[in-house]
Nanobody, 123 residues
Framework: VQLQASGGGLVQTGGSLRLSCTASRRTSSNNGMGWFRQAPGKEREFVAAISWRGASALYSESVKGRFTVSRDNSKDTVYLQMNSLKPEDTAVYYC?????????????????WGQGTLVTVSS
């Protein structure tokens, strides 16, 4: 499975971006998917995850209420709508496919990763 993430860019504080991640084949429709991010000099951290049918979602405390994860299985695509962006949201954002139908916040439970897309929030 190959994952192609897109939608990153430069935005001002308080702005919005929507990231997309498309899988190369339909294996992801039976699996949860997640978003992680990695800021310069920091560990990769969990951002959000969505179950295989999109019925349940999980968010990190730092993005809860500002970010929304969704998916369209007919397009093999998962989205991350990011609102009220802050400079501390600046990072490379990665999408990933979970081994399980219900994705969690642990990196070890994901077995396919995209190449990342850079989000920069200016103050």
């Amino acid at each position: 499975v190959q994952l192609q993430a897109s939608g990153g860019g430069l935005v001002q504080t308080g702005g919005s971006l929507r990231l997309s991640c498309t899988a190369s084949r339909r294996t992801s429709s039976n699996n949860g998917m997640g978003w992680f991010r990695q800021a310069p000099g920091k560990e990769r951290e969990f951002v959000a995850a969505i179950s295989w049918r999109g019925a349940s979602a999980l968010y990190s405390e730092s993005v809860k209420g500002r970010f929304t994860v969704s998916r369209d299985n007919s397009k093999d695509t998962v989205y991350l709508q990011m609102n009220s962006l802050k400079p501390e949201d600046t990072a490379v954002y990665y999408c990933a496919v979970s081994r399980f139908p219900y994705a969690g916040d642990s990196r070890s439970t994901y077995n396919y990763w995209g190449q990342g897309t850079l989000v920069t929030v200016s103050s």
